[in-house]
């Protein structure tokens, strides 16, 4: 499966404490305030991508079984 990414605009309408409340045309998303870029602020455009990547899953698989394995192995 090839990696596939989506993105999606938003309008940054606040923040509160530690998160940053993103509002969409169908959609509310709440992202650490870390993430958004520095100079951004309330009523700025942002566009939120998410992209998957298979290499990265089935190395983290491989990882959890093999801890797994030893964790189950152990007596």
Known sequence: MPE???TT???LDRFEGS???LIG????????KKIVPKGV???DIVHLTLSSDEFE???REKTAKEILNEILNQK
């Open 4 to 6: 596939e990414s989506k």
């Open 57 to 59: 899953t089935k190395k």
């Open 19 to 21: 998160k940053a409340i």
């Open 41 to 43: 602020g309330e009523g």
């Open 25 to 32: 045309e169908h959609e509310e998303v709440i992202v650490p």
């Open 9 to 11: 605009t938003f309008t």
